[in-house]
């Protein structure tokens, strides 16, 4: 199974914030789309990801106000991406060796999807569930 096939399933809505927003504004979209990380685009350009984690860790442990403080001071900017000809066994690879749950999909540079670790593993249980099916309907042959 490819990217692309995860997100013709689970749909293709991208959600971003500015750099320049707050993080207490980039809370609020999260809340409201029931998301835990936010992309943040500026001129169509993928700058970098904001999580929950970033937040738990970067504001409140110390102890800093996200009504002040901007997106760009606490995002990630390191942002590993897929494209949509990249199947699951790639996504899981990534996500595993650099301790990252969302990706974002990159097609032509611009971001088209995101995918995250539920939607990685909802996609493989799909898939073994479809093996066992497979395999049951052969044994009772």
């Known amino acids: 199974m490819t990217v692309n096939q995860i997100l013709n399933s689970k749909g293709k809505n991208v959600y971003s914030v500015l750099p320049s927003n707050t993080v207490y504004e980039a809370l609020k979209e999260m809340g409201e789309k029931n998301i835990g990380a936010i992309l943040v685009i500026e001129d169509h350009a993928l700058k970098?990801?904001?999580?929950?984690?970033?937040?738990?860790?970067?504001?409140?442990?110390?102890?800093?106000?996200?009504?002040?403080?901007?997106?760009?001071?606490?995002?990630?900017?390191?942002?590993?991406?897929?494209?949509?000809?990249?199947?699951?066994?790639?996504?899981?690879?990534?996500?595993?060796?650099?301790?990252?749950?969302?990706?974002?999909?990159?097609?032509?540079?611009?971001?088209?999807?995101?995918?995250?670790?539920?939607?990685v593993v909802k996609a493989i249980i799909e898939i073994q569930k479809d093996t066992i099916q497979y395999l049951n309907s052969y044994i009772s042959q």
């Open 48 to 119: 970098g990801i904001l999580s929950e984690r970033d937040y738990a860790r970067k504001i409140v442990l110390k102890d800093k106000s996200s009504k002040e403080t901007l997106v760009h001071e606490i995002m990630e900017s390191t942002v590993f991406t897929v494209s949509l000809a990249d199947n699951l066994d790639a996504c899981m690879e990534l996500m595993s060796t650099k301790r990252i749950r969302h990706l974002p999909v990159l097609e032509d540079g611009i971001v088209v999807g995101i995918i995250s670790i539920s939607d």
